[in-house]
């Protein structure tokens, strides 16, 4: 008899029981025979702990003492978590009944497949794929992330064009698989990001390691997207911004990233004027603040990567050698089906 991988997929939750109340039941309603269901809560105050024991008590709850924002939370709750996957999972996710299984088969396939997503589509336009990660997720040679299925603010419609499971940069947090000890020989998420663009971080660190990320086109969730920070959020602006400096900071080879944050740190003073000139002044600041924070942790680098700072022996397949910038604002090319695939490492 073929052993079963143990999967748990673990809800993280901040104040979000009106999203539990819409989606849980999708969760629940997952098909996969060696299965638990957790929610991590980070002190909520809304009753979400409450309603998890009243309705579903077979949720198992692991509560966290404070806000730890996404990385510092789910950091807590996965140390109590024993499985041989983890499923880290969006709370404002719908999902189907078999969409677990083909992304374990596929991750059980290659011993060096570290994590993987499957196929993001957006829940309140299904035709269209999900901003979050779409079909898999890429990332520029300056540290522009996107994705099959999304770059800038340009979303594609579903019509089978990624249709192809394989391999990519990163996997999105919304509905990341990754192994269990992968997770902690990489030493989980970097606390320093808080929420935003610490999936890619981690992607980024597992490659270094040697290990491949992948995305499944034979599995599909639906996300609603911006459950916590909607995209009009100055906080949420402060995070990607300060947040892609740290991913330079943290993964390229040392003269790499002072060479590439510092162009982006000028590209970044293009934004900020951009959104002076929206009349959009709390965003400006937030790519003000942005850039000071980042200054302030050269300081106090990440020790999560010293350990990785050796010279990389594996190729970091998903990077597009060029400038995504210039391909989608000047080239126009908006669709990632019109990159040139010898572009890419």
């Known amino acids: ?11 993280l939750n901040w ?3 009106k999203y539990l109340r819409q989606f849980l039941p999708s969760v629940l309603s997952s098909i ?25 008590p077979s949720v198992r709850i692991i509560q966290n003492d404070d806000n730890y924002g996404f990385t510092g939370g789910y950091n807590k709750v996965l140390e109590h978590v024993d499985a041989d996957y983890y499923i880290l ?12 299984a083909p992304v374990i088969n596929l991750m059980e396939s290659d011993p060096l497949i570290a994590a993987a997503a499957p196929k993001i589509r957006a829940f309140n336009q299904k035709s269209h794929f999900e901003h979050a990660g779409a079909a898999g997720g890429f990332i520029d040679s300056y540290g522009y992330p996107f994705c099959q299925g999304r770059m ?3 979303v594609e419609e579903d019509k089978g064009q990624y249709l192809q499971s394989g391999e990519v940069f990163w996997a999105t947090g919304a509905a990341m698989f990754v192994k269990k000890h992968c997770w902690h020989e990489a030493g989980g998420f970097d606390d320093r990001f808080f929420a935003h663009m610490e999936e890619i971080d981690l992607c980024w660190r597992l490659k270094n390691m040697g290990y491949r990320v992948m995305y499944c086109a034979e599995s599909e969730v639906f996300h609603l997207g911006g459950g916590t920070l909607n995209v009009e959020n100055p906080f949420k602006t402060y995070l990607n911004f300060r947040n892609n400096l740290l991913l330079l900071q943290n993964n390229l080879p040392f003269w790499r990233a002072v060479f590439v944050i510092t162009i982006r740190i000028w590209m970044d003073l293009l ?15 937030a790519v003000s603040r942005a850039h000071q924070n980042f200054v302030l942790s050269l300081f106090k680098p990440s020790k999560k990567n010293k350990k990785l700072n050796v010279p990389k022996k594996y190729p970091l397949k998903g990077i597009y050698k060029g400038s995504l910038v210039w391909t989608f604002f000047v080239k126009k090319k908006r669709h990632f ?3 040139d695939p010898t572009d890419f490492l």
């Open 1 to 11: 008899m073929s052993y079963t991988p143990k999967v748990a997929v673990v809800i």
């Open 15 to 17: 104040n979000g029981v």
């Open 32 to 56: 996969y025979p060696n299965l638990e269901i957790i929610v991590g809560d980070n002190a909520s105050t809304d009753g979400s702990v409450e309603f998890i024991k009243n309705e579903y």
């Open 89 to 100: 999972l969006n709370s404002d996710v719908e999902v189907f009944p078999g969409w677990i």
């Open 152 to 154: 800038f603010y340009e």
């Open 271 to 285: 934004a900020l004027i951009r959104f002076l000139s929206e009349g959009k002044r709390k965003d400006a600041w």
């Open 337 to 339: 089906t019109e990159l």
